[in-house]
């Protein structure tokens, strides 16, 4: 009789880009950490943390749309964030909410609940950092070598000094794909903003600047970039209109990739075909 595998549960909020536009990021993020030990448990219920628009149009709801979320997240333990931009929203709130105490009763008096201060609210990079990952990969130097990469962070991981986090982010990429063989190429656009939210009424800005990362990556070296941001992803597949244009993965994608080596089935989500790259290695049959 065969064991289920254990698996230990983790809070998550997937926020909307990952839920709707990347699906592939979700997917294989649920797959990796399953892969590696963990359950992910969606918050119930859960609604859009505002993002920079928000934050950008009106004060109140920037603050309430997370702080709803935060109602609805565990009181203490860890709660994993995927999206850097959903993770900015919600640390930014809880911060605030501990720092003011009047804003921390207006939380109770309107939700019902007490803040969550002794959550822990990681993104999924430091949740990563935490992982004893030679023990999950059984090709290490093998599962992703010769593979050409452009590690790509965005620029909503370079939260304010303000908002510490416990868990290092820095390299985090880099380290990890040298590990699986991978080389990361060093370029000078890996936390620069893609523009993401002028797209849609900046586009004369946005396509230029995505264009010249593009270049700087091919220049760099790069036969791919690699992001930690779903919203900077789906901003450089869909703006680029340089050729030819280079795959763009998910980190999750690699990493699942990396741990399972079997085909899968959100690539046919991407833009950019990245199979005909992946099998050039001989990373995919």
């Known amino acids: 009789m065969t064991r289920e595998p254990s698996y230990q549960e983790l809070a998550f909020f997937p926020g909307c880009t990952l839920a709707t536009s990347a699906k592939e990021n979700y997917q294989s993020l649920v797959t990796f950490c399953e892969q590696v030990g963990y359950r992910l448990s969606e918050l119930p219920d859960w609604n859009c943390c505002g993002s920079s628009s928000a934050h950008s149009i009106h004060g109140e709801a920037a603050l309430q749309l997370p702080a709803r979320n935060l109602a609805l997240a565990p009181k203490r333990g860890t709660l994993l964030v995927a999206c850097p931009s959903c993770y900015l929203r919600l640390r930014q709130t809880q911060t605030l909410l501990l720092r003011d ?59 304010p000094a303000a908002m510490p986090v416990s868990r290092p982010m820095g390299q985090v990429m880099e380290k990890v794909l040298s590990r699986l063989g991978a080389d990361s190429c060093r370029w000078g656009h890996a936390t620069k903003c893609c523009g993401t939210f002028l797209a849609a009424a900046k586009p004369d800005i946005v396509t230029p600047r995505i264009n010249a990362m593009m270049d700087e990556a091919v220049r760099a070296g790069a036969e ?62």
């Not at 949740?127 to 999950?136: A, E, N, V, Y």
């Not at 703006?239 to 999750?252: L, M, N």
């Not at 990739?257 to 790259?277: I, S, T």
């Open 224 to 285: 791919c970039i690699v992001t930690a941001c779903s919203m900077c992803h789906f901003s450089l597949e869909l703006r680029a209109t340089r050729t030819p244009r280079i795959p763009v993965f998910h980190f999750s994608e690699l990493l699942s990739l990396a741990a399972a080596r079997e085909p899968q089935n959100w690539f046919k989500r991407h833009l950019v075909d990245p199979v005909p790259l992946l099998r050039s290695k001989g990373l995919l049959s």
């Open 101 to 159: 105490p009047e804003l921390s009763s207006r939380f109770q008096s309107t939700w019902g609940v007490s803040p969550p201060h002794e959550l822990e609210i990681l993104p999924f990079l430091s949740f990563l950092s935490s992982l004893d990952l030679h023990s999950f990969f059984s090709e290490a130097g093998k599962a992703l070598h010769g593979l050409r990469c452009a590690p790509y962070y965005g620029c909503m991981l370079a939260r």
